[in-house]
């Protein structure tokens, strides 16, 4: 596995020309228009890259893309990947590995989430500050890279302080603090969304929003080392009086709708590095 993600990591050095990202970027479901914001010194398709998954999702572009935001360098990976889409967790967590061996020393990741905390609306963000684990497993079962990071990684605090603050800060200078919330996030498989009694169950344990991501890679980045950053973007809402079936084009619709807040937001905290 580590001798696969050093290939990985020199062919895009190779083929970058030895560019040195300091922030990583993951882009969710419906939130690939951010990449437009980054000035593009490198594009590099996924099926290109040697021993890296594709994505296989709507909206997933399947691009790496390694330039300049707000005048930092940037490394955004524009398309992720899921268990659900047939991959282990070691594949879904690949990317964020390379790009630490890329050189990054932060990541920023974003996501589609339904919101189950009744005081949220449709299009909202929530800066994620805990997480529940409701995946079948997580990248680090195995054998440890111990190259990479401890057997038993700390999670006390998985989404890094500092940078909650400046996302904060930043939502506080964009004038987005009504659109803007703070909650738990609860990651499950997928790919059925669920019913009526698992949103009761989730919002119950603690959960203010629901998705299928993002905690497997924050977890291979805590392992590392590097601090994290996430934002889910609310696209529908699951809290009782508000259920109904989803539409996906509805789910496409709110992340387009909250998309050039959650890019402003972005890249004023991208900026601030």
């Keep these: 596995m580590l001798n696969q993600l050093k290939e990985t990591a020199a062919y895009i050095r190779a083929n970058s020309q030895n560019f040195l990202p300091e922030t990583g970027i993951?882009?969710?479901?419906?939130?690939?228009?951010?990449?437009?914001?980054?000035?593009?010194?490198?594009?590099?398709?996924?099926?290109?890259?040697?021993?890296?998954?594709?994505?296989?999702?709507?909206?997933?572009?399947?691009?790496?893309?390694?330039?300049?935001?707000?005048?930092?360098?940037?490394?955004?990976?524009?398309?992720?990947?899921?268990?659900?889409?047939?991959?282990?967790?070691?594949?879904?967590?690949?990317?964020?590995?390379?790009?630490?061996?890329?050189?990054?020393?932060?990541?920023?990741?974003?996501?589609?989430?339904g919101g189950l905390n009744p005081d949220f609306n449709i299009a909202d963000l929530m800066l994620i500050d805990d997480h529940i684990n409701l995946q079948p497993g997580n990248p680090l079962i195995g054998t440890n890279l111990d190259e990479l990071g401890p057997r038993f990684p700390d999670m006390f605090a998985p989404y890094d302080a500092n940078l909650l603050r400046r996302a904060e800060a930043a939502v506080a200078a964009l004038g987005q603090t009504a659109t803007t919330r703070r909650g738990v996030y609860a990651s499950v498989p997928g790919p059925m969304l669920e019913t009526p009694a698992e949103y009761r169950y989730l919002r119950t344990i603690g959960a203010d929003a629901v998705g299928m991501s993002t905690v497997p890679e924050v977890i291979a980045a805590r392992h590392l080392s590097l601090p994290v950053l996430a934002i889910s973007v609310i696209t529908d809402l699951c809290a009782p009086g508000h259920l109904k079936p989803v539409v996906l084009a509805d789910i496409f619709a709110a992340a387009a709708t909250a998309e050039p807040r959650l890019t402003a937001l972005v890249k004023e905290v991208v900026a601030g590095f």
């Design 26 to 113: 993951i882009l969710g479901t419906g939130l690939g228009a951010l990449a437009r914001e980054v000035d593009v010194e490198y594009e590099i398709n996924y099926a290109d890259i040697p021993h890296f998954p594709l994505s296989t999702v709507e909206s997933h572009a399947g691009r790496l893309l390694l330039g300049h935001m707000g005048g930092k360098k940037v490394a955004v990976l524009q398309g992720r990947f899921h268990y659900y889409e047939g991959y282990t967790m070691q594949q879904v967590a690949m990317p964020v590995r390379v790009l630490k061996l890329l050189g990054i020393s932060r990541l920023l990741v974003s996501n589609a989430a």
